[in-house]
């Protein structure tokens, strides 16, 4: 299964990640109403099965082989269910639905609003400058779970795309020196000592995640420079903002054809989750 380059894979509620993240680096919920939250995720139809899943290849910032979020969730939906903790599935299904109202009431007309004014090569630009002013977290993670030539490569990166890149707008390192960006965060390294993906977590405005996981997210917030710059707390809440609409525009139809397409959207996305990150720690 291909990677996305960005932090939380489902960043924008579906993941954000940050999950992306890409990145993120999760987006949340689409296209469906409140009310889809009770469909389940099977195809309806044989040629509906056959399709393959539509979104903009990235991201959270550029994705490295072109896969979208949809794409993992159609591809996790097809393997074996992983053992699932999850003992606070009422908490959970609670912000799940809580995150889907948000997305569909605030993130999504937000950014269907953004997309229409700023073109697409805009948006993607702005994917990846983000992208690449996150790669202390990526160095620190790849040190922390023995991968120094990813360490490596993920400085080599930063110092062509800041230098040939103007300032990380363009991924020059992966289109003309073939040096792609790597996914590490804490939650990888924290399972790379032995810790597991136990309890199943929902996080309002966030999304998927595990007690492991939320600690990892914390962690690598600590790592990212805009958490102390600018030093005005509403600019850096602002540029956030900002951040998560533009992740959110490049990705508007995923969520919802995950969500159509299920009987319990909670159950499909949570496993596809925890399916994810499992391929994650093992790569």
Do not use: C
């Amino acid at each position: 299964m291909r990677r996305t380059l960005v932090r939380l894979v489902f960043a924008s509620f579906l993941g954000l990640s940050q999950f992306s993240p890409p990145a993120a680096a999760s987006s949340l919920p689409a296209d469906g109403e409140a009310g889809d939250i009770t469909r389940a995720g099977i195809p309806s139809t044989t040629e509906e099965a056959a399709r393959s899943p539509e979104g903009t290849s990235i991201i959270l910032s550029g994705d490295e082989a072109g896969s979208t979020i949809s794409e993992h969730l159609w591809a996790a939906a097809e393997e074996s269910d992983p053992p699932v903790s999850d003992p606070l599935e009422p908490v959970n299904r609670f912000f799940f639905t809580f995150n889907h109202m948000i997305y569909h009431g605030v993130m999504k007309p937000v950014a269907t609003v953004y997309a229409a004014l700023i073109p697409e090569g805009g948006r993607v630009a702005v994917r990846q400058f983000f992208h690449n002013l996150a790669m202390p977290a990526r160095v620190v993670n790849a040190l922390l779970q023995g991968k120094g030539a990813v360490a490596g490569r993920e400085l080599e990166r930063f110092g062509i795309n800041t230098l040939l890149g103007a300032f990380g707008l363009f991924d020059v390192a992966e289109m003309h020196f073939n040096l792609d960006s790597s996914d590490e965060d804490l939650g990888q390294s924290l399972a790379h000592f032995g810790l597991g993906d136990q309890v199943y977590l929902v996080l309002p405005l966030i999304g998927p995640s595990n007690a492991r996981d939320a600690v990892g997210f914390a962690g690598d917030t600590f790592m990212d420079p805009l958490t102390y710059l600018p030093e005005s707390a509403s600019a850096r809440l602002g540029i956030s903002g900002f951040n998560r609409t533009n992740a959110t525009s490049l990705r508007i139809g995923e969520y919802e054809e995950v969500v159509e397409s299920a009987i319990d959207p909670y159950i499909s996305i949570r496993d596809a989750y925890l399916q994810l990150r499992q391929e994650q720690v093992r790569q």
